[in-house]
C-alpha cells in the first residue's frame, strides 16, 4: 500500500509519497489513463500501487484510487490524474524538474487540492 501526504517547498504545499519524494502530473493525461511508457517511464516512474491512504487533513482520500496500466501493473492516481516520479529526485524534498517540457507534454507539481503548479 502507498501512502500520500504533503511537504512545503519552495512552491508552497505539494503532494509526496510516504517518505517525501516529490510526485508529478503530466499535462497531457487529462484522465486516469497513463500514457507514458517505455523511455518516458524510465525518465518518469510511476508510483505504482493497488492501493493507497492518506493520513494528510489536506488530502481528500475520495481522490486517491488506482488506474490499469498496459503491464497488469496499477498506478496510483490524484484526482483523476497519474502520478509519477522524476528519476533525477532521488530523495525527500528534490524538486529538479517541474514545468519540464518532455515526452509531448509538460510535467508539474501538484498542489493537495490537485490543481497543478505552474
Not at 24 to 48: G, H, K, M, N
Request: glycine share 8%.
Amino acid at each position: 500500500m502507498a501512502q500520500l501526504a504533503t511537504a512545503e517547498s519552495r512552491y508552497g504545499r505539494i503532494l509526496v509519497d510516504g517518505s517525501g519524494r516529490t510526485l508529478y502530473l503530466f499535462d497531457i493525461e487529462r484522465d486516469p489513463t497513463p500514457r507514458c511508457y517505455d523511455a518516458c517511464a524510465v525518465s518518469w516512474p510511476p508510483l505504482l500501487a493497488t492501493t493507497a491512504s492518506t493520513t494528510d487533513p489536506l488530502l481528500n482520500q475520495t481522490s486517491i484510487a488506482v488506474s490499469p496500466r498496459n503491464n497488469d501493473s496499477q498506478q496510483l492516481t490524484y484526482n483523476g490524474h497519474p502520478l509519477y516520479y522524476y528519476v533525477g529526485d532521488t530523495k525527500a524534498g528534490q524538486i529538479r524538474c517541474q514545468n519540464a517540457v518532455e515526452f509531448g507534454g509538460t510535467w508539474l507539481i501538484v498542489r493537495p487540492s490537485g490543481k497543478l503548479v505552474r
